[in-house]
């Protein structure tokens, strides 16, 4: 028998310099550009 597990979050820009772009990047570890911000965002989970 498989057990499941799904987690959800609502994700919203609450100001400042956050910014779901920034959000997903750090979820995923992947480089993702921004182009409201017009950067890149990039979070390396390796330690």
């Known amino acids: 028998m498989a057990i499941f597990h799904l987690s959800l979050s609502i994700a919203k820009r609450n100001g400042g310099e956050r910014s779901l772009i920034a959000m997903a990047a750090?979820?995923?570890?992947?480089?993702?550009?921004s182009e409201l911000y017009e950067k890149h965002n990039y979070y390396n989970h390796m330690f």
């Open 26 to 33: 750090y979820r995923s570890g992947e480089r993702l550009y």
